[in-house]
């Protein structure tokens, strides 16, 4: 028997959160970001469900290797390439490219290698990638001769929707628009990007010609302040108790001893730990749902198992598990560890078996 732990993946949902994103944004092309095997969901699997999108987004050259082995739908590579040999891949496999230093521009005019697309990445405030304001110009005009599509595109710092971040958004996105403008007016032709997940779901005025959602695809309401977009819920992680001990009043659980008991107590025993994407720091934070009853996790996290605090002696082994789903939210578990849910989604291993519902 295989051990009971699987993630349960709704593609239905994906396709549904979709739709509501188009939505909200009907005149913008929706490239969907796949990247990290699609947010750990299994990136072939939901291609197939996201098969209105416009295009695709990844983050690296060898997650578009994988991807062209099985779709040809335009793919955006959102950290361009890294030297010559990753170019050649590149051209050879028609994707679109984020150009965001010098150097690939550089590699650009030495091979004269064309492409469908080329992004030509605004730095309006994150700091890590892409061309600062007074280069932005001149860039685009040095990547004209090699594609005869160019988006300028930028990569929003914090889209939460909360006051200091609706500031910071308004600022970077004033930028933005305010160099779009003097570029189209010195008759410039390019496309927009701008919106992530959380600049569609948290404001109504950050529309581009292509946006870039993520996180939302995959169920997550994560900081989104709004509650018009009825986002569903794609994963559901399960798994069984394979074994119940009665512990004493005094006893600790596991590694160190982080846990212990205030009485006599009933614990079980889940088969996943920290080697399948369940964070350290869950232990003594974190909850499970049995029969829809909280069951909190006790102790360390260790690399194979969790135990739990069992609610009442009704449960038996055996009993089915919920570790996150649509009664137990990934953004709830999130915020109670410290963390974000994206680390949830993308932290789960291939261990961890997949079974697709639709």
């Known amino acids: 028997m295989p051990r009971p732990t699987t993630a349960i993946i709704d593609l239905s949902s994906i396709e549904h959160n979709f739709n509501v994103i188009k939505k909200h944004c009907p005149k913008s092309q929706i490239y969907s970001v796949v990247k990290s095997n699609a947010y750990g969901h299994g990136v072939k699997k939901v291609v197939g469900a996201l098969k209105k999108s416009d295009g695709f987004c990844v983050a690296t050259i060898e997650e578009a290797d994988e991807f062209r082995e099985f779709s040809k739908k335009p793919l955006l590579c959102l950290q361009g390439f890294y030297d010559q040999q990753d170019l050649k891949l590149a051209h050879s496999h028609k994707l679109e490219l984020v150009i965001h230093n010098e150097e690939q521009i550089g590699l650009l005019e030495k091979l004269k290698l064309s492409f469908p697309s080329l992004w030509l990445k605004f730095d309006t405030g994150m700091n890590r990638l892409g061309f600062m304001q007074n280069e932005i110009e001149n860039m685009m005009h040095r990547l004209k001769p090699y594609s005869k599509k160019i988006v300028l595109m930028t990569h929003l710092k914090s889209s939460s929707g909360k006051k200091m971040s609706r500031k910071v958004t308004n600022k970077q996105f004033n930028l933005f628009t305010k160099t779009t403008s003097n570029l189209k007016q010195k008759q410039h032709n390019f496309l927009t990007s701008v919106s992530n997940s959380g600049g569609i779901l948290n404001f109504d005025d950050l529309f581009s010609d292509i946006e870039r959602p993520g996180l939302s695809l995959y169920g997550s309401h994560f900081h989104n302040k709004s509650k018009n977009f009825r986002l569903k819920n794609v994963t559901t992680l399960v798994s069984k108790i394979i074994a119940i001990k009665d512990i004493k009043k005094g006893e600790t659980v596991g590694y160190d001893g982080l846990w212990q008991a205030k009485k006599n107590t009933s614990i079980g025993i889940i088969p996943i730990g920290y080697s399948d994407g369940i964070p350290l720091n869950y232990g003594n934070k974190g909850h499970v749902l049995i029969n829809k009853a909280k069951a909190k ?61 639709k």
Do not use: H
């Not at 198992?305 to 996150?324: F, H, Q, R, S, Y």
């Open 297 to 357: 996790v006790i102790g360390r996290v260790a690399m194979d198992l969790i135990a739990v605090e069992l609610p009442n002696k009704k449960v038996k082994l055996g009993e089915d598990i919920i570790l996150w789903g649509k009664d137990l939210k990934v953004d709830e578990l999130a915020l109670l560890t410290d963390n974000i849910p994206y680390s949830f989604m993308t932290s789960l291993s291939k261990r961890v078996k997949r079974k697709y519902i």
